[in-house]
Nanobody, 123 residues
Framework: HVQLVESGGGSVQAGGSLRLSCAAS????????MGWFRQAPGKGREGVAS???????LYADSARGRFTISKDRATNTLELQMNNLQPEDTAMYYC???????????????WGPGGRGTQVTVS
């Protein structure tokens, strides 16, 4: 498993954008599945998006049309571009290496702990 370090969070107003990055210790290009999940205070883990080694992507309904998950081959990072952010997007965001069979944002409970996370606050 790769070690993961998230960055790029911050505070924005509703309608704003942020781009999250996840640096990995190993090659993410060869990783079968990578994903982002989030957790707000007092709430359970919520899968946001995932990407397979083939490039195929899946999104939670809450993220589809606003967020884009991608891999940056040059920097070996997993990215999450978030546009039109809303207050309900406020949470700690984590990247993870889900098992290939659970590469679906609907199954975040199987995704492991992720990194330390990066806080996103939308007001």
């Amino acid at each position: 498993h790769v070690q993961l370090v998230e960055s790029g969070g911050g505070s924005v107003q509703a309608g704003g954008s942020l781009r999250l990055s996840c640096a990995a210790s190993g090659s993410i290009q060869r990783t079968n599945c990578m994903g982002w999940f989030r957790q707000a205070p007092g709430k359970g883990r919520e899968g946001v998006a995932s990407i397979r080694s083939t490039g195929g992507t899946l999104y939670a309904d809450s993220a589809r049309g606003r967020f884009t998950i991608s891999k940056d081959r040059a920097t070996n990072t997993l990215e999450l571009q978030m546009n039109n952010l809303q207050p309900e997007d406020t949470a700690m965001y984590y990247c993870a290496e889900p098992p290939s069979r659970d590469c679906d944002p609907a199954s975040p409970q199987y995704w492991g702990p992720g990194g330390r996370g990066t806080q996103v606050t939308v007001s």
